[in-house]
């Protein structure tokens, strides 16, 4: 027999009925299902606690490098710092899943394991309390009707037993009226025989009768004794289904961001500083660092000083000198498009001639690992210059050498007196241009 499920009752009609003798088992069960339930909630929220630190850490991991790649690019002013905001954005959100991450496993975890522990008590022999104390008052509650509805079915059971033996008794009665071969004698035997099994039907259906009845009479009692076995297992269901819904409405208050005052601060800050991008001053910035509003010592007319055989009066390069040979700032192989291949405190080189020439290759083009200043020699500015005078260098960028000494010049003298050169032994950096001569 195939059964049904009423969607609108949540039933089975299969179902064996909750009165029957020993269906108050699901009942009992339900103390080991609540806290089985306990035990998946909490595994829940320590899933979800992981999810949140992985994005967190996520977020503060492309914070941390985008910053950096952002710091030492090519943006500059209002808009890098609106720029580096997001990245601000994402350093503050990553704290906040933090939080609720912390909020899950500290608070939410926490209280639920609290509640399991004072709703369920574990006895030395297995199972629960509440479990044991219940099966004992459902089996109670049962026993006397249940007693009785043994006999009643030991009734019905004889009962249709003698239906049966009166009904073959009667079937052989009318055959052996039938029958020549059966003798008077015979068929009143049968007779009698049939008379026998409808005072013994009779008799069993009295009984049956009776049974019943005391059956019906002893009901009542019976439901009412498993009704309140039931009430006090319904009371200890509606602490837990109310605790479960509190607990959800404390996990959601912390998973919803949305509601927490901070977070739309994020947001509104980040809004702010976005606005507050002013393209005029940025392009006055550049201006000012980087084009015509930079200082400059224009030529001017100068004496002719007889001393001027001494090295010229060591100053700061100022912007625009030729850097020192370094590679800080070349981009590693496979990230040319980064803008960390670009460093905005770089210094470019002033050489200029009427000659047009293509710009050495930078570190970028040809693989990151070359040296712009290697390639002096390969672009025609390489000259061989001997020492006039002995020079001590003054600071870690000057060359030092006696007088007499080779080396090769790289770049040309600049507007202060100096020029750039390396020694034979590869070293490189600037010397006075007054203290060489060419060879």
Known sequence: ??????ESAGVDDTMDSF?????????????????RLCNDLMGCLQERAKIE?????QLTAWSKRWRQLIEKGPQYGSVERAWLAVMTEAEKVSDMHQDVKNNLVNEDVEKVKNWQKEAYHKQMIGGFKEA?????????????????LKEMETAKKAYHMA??????????EANGKTEASVTPDQQKKLHEKV??????????KEKYEKSLEELNKCTPQYMECMEQVFDQCQQHEVKRLTFLKEALLDIKRHLNLSENQSYATIYRELER???????QEDLKWFSNNHGPGMHMNWPAFEEYNPDQASAPPKKKKPDGAPPTPSTDHVAPPGDRSSVSSYDKNQAYSTEWSDDEQPAANSGNENGGNGNSFEEDSSSGKAVRV???YDYDGQEQDELSFKAGDELTKTEDEDEQGWCRGRLDTGQEGLYPANYVEPI
């Open 195 to 204: 008379d026998k099994c409808k005072q013994d039907m009779q008799k069993a």
């Open 273 to 279: 500083t976005i606005l507050s991008a002013n393209t």
């Open 53 to 57: 630190k992985a994005y967190g850490d």
């Open 386 to 388: 001997r020492a006039l």
């Open 19 to 35: 009165w029957e003798v020993g269906n108050y088992k699901r009942a009992v069960k339900r103390f080991d299902d609540g806290h």
């Open 132 to 148: 044991k104390e219940a099966e004992e008052g459902f089996k109670k509650a049962q026993k006397p009707w249940a007693k009785k």
């Open 163 to 172: 239906c049966k033996e009166e009904k073959l008794a009667a079937a052989r």
């Open 1 to 6: 027999m195939s059964g049904s499920y009423d």
